[in-house]
């Protein structure tokens, strides 16, 4: 196992580009990559975690405000509390990060799997074409009376004032289709996620503390031979399993891996190994 730590994308030394390199070389002899990410993926982009010292919980917020049964009970407290969370989550764009692993797929050629725990959208949004989102995403809702389902944007107005939106038709409240703490993933989808874990001759794990089950768990779907990264900000119980250990800023790291410049910060463009999505400037810090 190989482990890189630097405590800032401003540090550029021998090891954590020796480090940047490793990955490199992994994503450009690899042919079927996967990538699982976790809210460290998100955080670039202003969307808080939950667990670290500035997350969602150090705010007063946990896991009860986040379940099916604190929401069925009351579904207002749900989007009175967590008005500014939706906020973040609507008005966030796409990191470096999340331009990278598109730019593998789209720009590159790479067959990549993208198997998120986030609710957010960034990872579409930034063009990878095959996300696996295993806890849904912000960007329906359905009416807990009827069962329609509508676009975020028809409600998005109640949602960041913090109002529980109404379904105008039958006057039920609409909640947001993501998977909440107590309720099961979907079965399709976590099936998917193996899958193509399981195919995966390199497997990323990307800005997760592996803590939260069944997600947690999927690593262990790797085959034989499959070569092991983990990307964190912090240690996981994962890492001795690893053949590469990175820590540190996630859109850094990832931008300067796929450009194939790991000394250059990921502000910088314009290099002509660079693949045309991240050359363009349209990259996001």
């Given at each position: 196992?190989?482990?890189?730590?630097?405590a800032s994308?401003g540090v550029?030394?021998?090891?954590?580009?020796?480090g940047i390199?490793?990955l490199?070389s992994?994503?450009?002899t690899?042919?079927?990559?996967?990538?699982i990410?976790?809210?460290?993926?998100?955080?670039e982009?202003?969307i808080?975690d939950?667990r670290?010292?500035?997350?969602l919980?150090?705010?007063?917020?946990?896991?009860d405000?986040?379940?099916?049964?604190?929401?069925?009970?009351d579904?207002?407290?749900?989007?009175?509390?967590?008005?500014?969370?939706h906020?973040?989550?609507?008005?966030?764009?796409?990191?470096a990060?999340?331009?990278?692993i598109?730019a593998?797929?789209?720009?590159?050629?790479?067959?990549v799997?993208v198997?998120?725990?986030?609710?957010?959208?960034?990872?579409?949004?930034a063009?990878?074409?095959?996300v696996?989102a295993?806890?849904?995403?912000?960007?329906?809702?359905s009416c807990?009376r009827?069962?329609?389902?509508?676009?975020?944007?028809?409600?998005?107005?109640?949602?960041?004032?913090?109002?529980?939106?109404?379904?105008?038709a039958c006057?039920?409240?609409?909640?947001?289709?993501i998977v909440?703490f107590?309720?099961?993933?979907?079965?399709?989808v976590?099936?998917?996620?193996?899958?193509?874990?399981?195919a995966?001759?390199?497997?990323?794990v990307?800005?997760?503390?592996?803590?939260?089950h069944?997600a947690?768990?999927?690593p262990?779907?790797?085959?034989?031979?499959?070569?092991?990264?983990?990307?964190?900000?912090t240690?996981?119980?994962?890492?001795p399993?690893?053949?590469?250990?990175?820590r540190?800023?996630v859109?850094?790291?990832?931008?300067?891996?796929?450009s194939g410049?790991?000394?250059?910060?990921?502000r910088a463009t314009g290099?002509?190994?660079?693949?045309p999505?991240?050359?363009?400037g349209?990259?996001s810090?």
């Amino acid at each position: 196992m190989y482990v890189v730590e630097f405590a800032s994308a401003g540090v550029k030394d021998d090891a954590m580009n020796d480090g940047i390199e490793e990955l490199a070389s992994h994503l450009g002899t690899a042919e079927r990559i996967v990538f699982i990410t976790g809210a460290g993926m998100s955080t670039e982009s202003g969307i808080p975690d939950f667990r670290s010292a500035t997350g969602l919980y150090a705010t007063g917020l946990n896991e009860d405000m986040f379940s099916i049964d604190s929401f069925t009970q009351d579904p207002a407290r749900y989007y009175r509390h967590g008005r500014d969370f939706h906020r973040c989550l609507f008005q966030a764009k796409p990191n470096a990060g999340h331009q990278a692993i598109a730019a593998l797929a789209t720009d590159m050629g790479k067959d990549v799997v993208v198997v998120t725990q986030n609710i957010d959208t960034l990872h579409r949004d930034a063009g990878s074409p095959v996300v696996h989102a295993l806890h849904g995403s912000i960007e329906t809702c359905s009416c807990m009376r009827c069962g329609e389902s509508t676009h975020v944007s028809l409600v998005e107005r109640a949602i960041r004032n913090g109002i529980a939106p109404r379904h105008s038709a039958c006057g039920g409240i609409y909640r947001p289709d993501i998977v909440l703490f107590g309720e099961l993933l979907p079965v399709d989808v976590l099936a998917e996620a193996e899958q193509a874990i399981g195919a995966a001759d390199l497997l990323v794990v990307v800005g997760t503390s592996l803590v939260v089950h069944p997600a947690a768990a999927l690593p262990d779907s790797r085959g034989d031979g499959c070569i092991l990264v983990m990307l964190n900000r912090t240690a996981t119980h994962l890492d001795p399993e690893a053949d590469l250990v990175l820590r540190g800023t996630v859109g850094d790291v990832l931008f300067r891996a796929v450009s194939g410049s790991p000394s250059a910060g990921h502000r910088a463009t314009g290099h002509a190994n660079e693949p045309p999505a991240l050359r363009s400037g349209s990259v996001s810090a």
